[in-house]
């Protein structure tokens, strides 16, 4: 079923959207941490002055680790190196910063110790390694008094000698706390009791590593640098490190460890609503489109981001990006890129109705909710619908497959019409963000033009486009997991789709060419089929791996629902089967669930799918 154009866009204002002349200059934001308290726009500065002074009034409690927890792109760095300016201004507090994400494996453990030793005085070191070398054989004494007369080391060269000192063998390993110890005491001035300076070690981005990487980090803290004088910060998802998480091919031992590294843990909050809609501000200024996001649209982008910083950081840059390098827009007012962009991150079902391919039923979907809207409102209201609006009525009934008689029995046809409108349909008309901007969308000059653009397949380029917003866990680790757990790398998706067989039925098959070019080229076999008669010839000769069928064809609005019926009453094919559609209805997901079919109109979720088949199998 096609929908027509219900009612007319509106008449834009004079001032409902700058003229494309406006457009630029633009720029980019970067993804730093706040460098300090002037950046400060989510109000981390009261927390990162709280930890801080902990912190100072602790060193009597070293060694300790504090873990900052928080999901990925909230905050965390920022509010460590807030930490950090605070500190500066302690007396006898310095600090150091090592980034995990920077080595892998067991290179991490020893990155991470010298990074450490590199903070401390070159005489310290020297009498370190000085007293390393009188308690070894003579073999190694007298290599490591030749290193020391050669000349004189600078700190670099002393810290390399310590690690090939203590990390030489099995039994200097042992004896590397020790002597470690040894050498924070007398930088730090300890008296025994309490040391008067104090190290604090800031540990960033453990949560994006890989699994050996993790282990080599929390085995230095815990085992070769627990020791008087030395704090730990250290940021990560804590969520994201536990057994159901990065870890979950941790041995048992390897999990209990990690339960004992952090003695405390600092949650981040979600930053408030006021303190959000501000550093969205910040940001539209900085990049040049802050006359492009009104009151509605800042708070659709705060709360649907989930306050996220990095979130709003990408999309930011999003609009800059798609604004300045695709030429469609040069035709088109800045704020139609903002309003575009946002309905495709925000709403992605919604926007895939929006920007549907040629033939695939969604029609003006934008037309058709804003009539919803209106009918809508008709039939849920006491009273008879009035005269003037009942052909508006009738004929929105009419063309989704009602009798207009039942227009009087205004609950009932209510009920019915939403189970063959588009699922969202019914949350998203009282979604107030949403339909303002919907009606900001179409109020926007040549707004028509540019709907009639994104239906003919204009959409925004893919390397352009910001993550989706469910996504809310760190970047996947560079390297698989180590055998350390004895856990097995993952198969990759090439692996997992290599010879897989796709029978795809479709009767527009130029829509699907990205997405089966796409499964081809990761080592799947896609055969094609225009009909179902083609579809049930391919079946006769090979049984595939999982169907994937469009729902209308050949003039039959529910053509691919019955094609399917035919092949499961028949015995003919009973493995998995995804329904591609653009238009998902709560009628059309009803019968597949009948069918034991899945529906999406989601290519992610078809590959997805795909790869729970290709499991299965």
């Known amino acids: ?39 400060d726009l989510l109000g981390a500065g009261r927390a990162a002055r709280q930890l801080a002074g902990l912190l100072v009034a602790s060193r009597g409690s070293t060694p300790f680790t504090l873990a900052v927890d928080a999901g990925w792109g909230m905050g965390k760095s920022s509010l460590m190196r807030l930490v950090d300016a605070e500190l500066a201004h302690a007396p006898d507090v310095h600090t150091v910063w090592y980034n995990a994400w920077t080595s892998q494996g067991a290179d991490a453990l020893e990155g991470l110790i010298k990074s450490v030793l590199m903070r401390f005085d070159r005489r310290v070191l020297r009498r370190a390694l000085q007293r390393l070398s009188e308690r070894r054989a003579l073999l190694r004494a007298v290599r490591a008094v030749t290193t020391l007369a050669a000349g004189p080391l600078g700190v670099g060269g002393l810290v390399d000698e310590l690690w090939r000192t203590l990390s030489v063998d099995s039994q200097a390993r042992n004896e590397m706390r020790g002597a470690i110890g040894e050498l924070v005491q007398e930088w730090s001035e300890s008296d025994g009791f309490r040391p008067r300076r104090l190290l604090v070690v800031f540990i960033d981005d453990l949560d994006r590593c890989p699994e050996e990487t993790v282990l080599a980090v929390c085995e230095a803290v815990k085992i070769y640098l627990d020791v008087p004088g030395l704090a730990f910060v250290i940021g990560c998802d804590r969520s994201a490190l536990a057994p159901g998480g990065l870890l979950r091919d941790a041995s048992p031992a390897a999990s209990a460890f990690m339960e004992k590294i952090f003695q405390t843990s600092y949650r981040i909050p979600v930053a408030d609503q006021q303190g959000v809609r501000e550093y969205i501000r910040r940001c539209a200024r900085t990049v040049g489109i802050d006359q492009l996001l009104d009151d509605r649209l800042t708070t659709l982008l705060a709360e649907r981001s989930a306050r996220n910083p990095r979130r709003i950081k990408r999309l930011v840059n999003g609009f800059v990006l798609e604004a300045t390098l695709n030429p469609m827009w040069d035709e088109f007012a800045p704020e139609a890129v903002v309003r575009t962009l946002l309905l495709q991150y925000f709403y992605p079902d919604f926007y895939r109705m929006v920007a549907g391919a040629a033939g695939s039923g969604t029609g003006d979907v934008i037309a058709e909710f804003r009539t919803y809207q209106r009918v809508r409102a008709l039939l849920r209201a006491p009273g008879r619908i009035p005269e003037a609006e009942l052909p508006t009525v009738t004929r929105f009934l009419r063309e989704h497959d009602l009798p207009e008689e039942d227009v009087r029995r205004s609950g009932v046809v209510l009920s019915r019409l939403e189970r063959q409108l588009p699922s969202g349909f019914p949350e998203m008309v009282g979604d107030q963000e949403f339909t303002s901007l919907i009606d900001g969308l179409v109020a926007l000059p040549r707004s028509g033009e540019l709907l009639r653009r994104l239906r003919e397949g204009a959409a925004l380029p893919a390397e352009v486009r910001p993550e989706p917003v469910a996504y809310s866990g760190p970047p996947p680790a560079r390297v698989p997991s180590s055998a350390r757990s004895g856990a097995r790398t993952a198969p990759s998706r090439a692996d997992l789709l290599r010879g897989v067989r796709i029978l795809w039925v479709d009767d527009h098959p130029r829509n699907n060419d990205s997405l089966a070019g796409a499964f081809r080229a990761a080592g799947a076999v896609v055969r094609i089929a225009e009909d179902s008669r083609a579809a049930d010839d391919a079946l006769a000769v090979e049984t595939p791996t999982l169907i994937i069928s469009d729902i209308e064809r050949g003039g039959n609005p529910r053509e691919g629902l019955e094609h399917v019926a035919r092949l499961r009453r028949d015995g003919r094919y009973t493995g998995p089967v995804v329904f591609y559609a653009g238009r998902v209805t709560p009628e059309r997901e009803a019968v597949a669930r009948e069918l034991a079919a899945h529906m999406t109109s989601s290519g992610s979720e078809i590959e997805r799918l795909i790869v729970r088949a290709a499991e299965a199998g």
């Open 1 to 39: 079923m096609t929908t027509s154009a219900y009612l007319p866009p509106p008449a834009a204002s004079p001032a409902a959207a700058p003229a494309p002349s406006s457009r630029g200059p633009f720029a980019l934001l970067n993804d730093e941490p706040v460098a300090g308290p002037d950046d």
